[in-house]
């Protein structure tokens, strides 16, 4: 199965998994192929990828990239700056949206490393 970094998967994807795993391992690999077809590093993939759920308006998937993010050492001041971006775009309401989203992510990710 798919991991996240070792993170817990949310119960939904993993039901989606369990139930088709040949469509699961496919989006892996073009996961991968994506992620190695040009020279930007993990931090900069996931940041991207943050914009990209903003502009999507995908809350989930924005909270796994903040996660990811930080992982690649991302700052939350980065990842907030990456969010914002999206203002002039995608619109006002949507951006504090996934703001607030990414502060959930934060305060997840201090929780579960116990500050």
């Given at each position: 199965?798919?991991?996240?970094?070792?993170?817990?998967?949310?119960?939904?994807?993993?039901?989606?998994?369990?139930?088709?795993?040949?469509?699961?391992?496919?989006?892996?690999?073009?996961?991968?192929?994506?992620?190695?077809?040009?020279?930007?590093?993990?931090?900069?993939?996931?940041?991207?990828?943050?914009?990209?759920?903003?502009?999507?308006?995908?809350?989930?998937?924005?909270?796994?990239?903040?996660?990811?993010?930080?992982?690649?050492?991302?700052?939350?001041?980065?990842i907030e700056?990456?969010?914002?971006?999206g203002m002039?775009?995608?619109?006002?309401?949507?951006?504090v949206a996934?703001?607030?989203?990414?502060?959930?992510?934060?305060?997840?990710?201090?929780?579960?490393?116990?500050?």
């Amino acid at each position: 199965m798919p991991t996240d970094d070792g993170k817990k998967l949310p119960d939904t994807y993993k039901r989606f998994v369990a139930k088709y795993p040949k469509l699961a391992e496919c989006h892996e690999t073009v996961a991968r192929e994506v992620e190695q077809a040009g020279p930007l590093d993990a931090k900069t993939l996931a940041l991207i990828k943050i914009g990209i759920c903003v502009g999507g308006n995908l809350e989930s998937a924005l909270r796994s990239h903040v996660r990811r993010a930080t992982q690649a050492g991302a700052t939350e001041q980065e990842i907030e700056q990456a969010v914002l971006l999206g203002m002039n775009t995608c619109g006002f309401p949507r951006t504090v949206a996934a703001w607030s989203w990414a502060q959930v992510q934060f305060e997840r990710d201090r929780t579960e490393a116990g500050g």
